[in-house]
């Protein structure tokens, strides 16, 4: 398959362990965050999203947590397990003239977990 | 699985040809987003269509274009190839309705220019 983020920060974790990645956007005009994970070869998948006007989000074994005082956005995956490896993104939308999906994406965080 | 196929999986083309990448999109779905991701990067919006109509566009120069059909597939247009525009081409399906963020991109295209 495809290599995906080849130089981007990398983030070891043990399995079990909780896993915290971090990402600051640019533009407090933003109307709602999303984290993606992309595994190789493969496009980038949902995972949880949270509006401008919360801070704090839980799903499944996940948590985004957005401080909107310092532009700061983690997610924070509980008992990561040998399948969290991959690339992981944010993304802001900040649709010119409104709307959804149309997404600025940051650089990405690769999570390489050892059993 | 997402429901999001893109067509073809990879290509390789010559600078200064044209290329054209499709994308069906998941069923009940009206709005298609396409990005570029350059390697070891993240995805860039490139623009969205909806009904149709281009609905927003990211900063990417007009030799890339786009089109939507009635049953909300689409295609991605991209003249006189140049070698920076190797990437992976993702699009994404969405429907286009209040509050929903939620976007489902297929695999992509791998379009390699030499």
């Known amino acids: 398959g495809e290599s995906v983020g080849l130089h981007l920060p990398t983030l070891s974790v043990q399995e079990g362990d909780n896993s915290i990645i971090n990402c600051a956007y640019s533009n407090s005009a933003s109307d709602y965050f999303i984290w993606y994970k992309q595994e190789s070869g493969k496009g980038p998948q949902f995972i949880i999203d949270?509006?401008?006007?919360?801070d704090k989000r839980q799903g499944q074994r996940v948590t985004v947590l957005l401080n909107k005082t310092v532009k700061h956005l983690s997610l924070q995956i509980a008992a990561t397990q040998p399948g969290d490896s991959a690339v992981y993104f944010c993304?802001?939308?900040?649709?010119?003239?409104?709307?959804?999906?149309?997404?600025?994406f940051g650089a990405g965080t690769r999570l390489a977990v050892h059993p | 699985e997402t429901g999001v196929t893109q067509s073809p999986t990879h290509l390789i083309k010559t600078r200064g040809q044209q290329v054209t990448l499709r994308c069906s999109s998941q069923?009940?779905?009206?709005?298609v987003s396409w990005y570029q991701q350059a390697l070891g990067q993240g995805p860039q919006f490139i623009f969205q269509y909806y009904r149709e109509e281009e609905n927003g566009r990211g900063n990417f120069p007009p030799r890339f274009s786009g089109l939507q059909f009635p049953n909300y597939s689409s295609e991605l247009n991209v003249n006189a190839l140049e070698l920076d525009d190797s990437a992976l081409y993702l699009c994404?399906?969405?429907?286009?309705?209040?509050?929903?963020?939620?976007?489902?991109f297929g695999q992509g295209t791998r379009l390699t220019v030499v």
């Open positions: 949270i509006r401008s006007n919360m």
């Open positions: 069923s009940g779905h009206n709005t």
């Open positions: 994404a399906s969405s429907l286009a309705q209040q509050g929903n963020t939620e976007a489902f």
């Open positions: 993304a802001e939308n900040r649709p010119p003239g409104g709307g959804y999906n149309k997404l600025i």
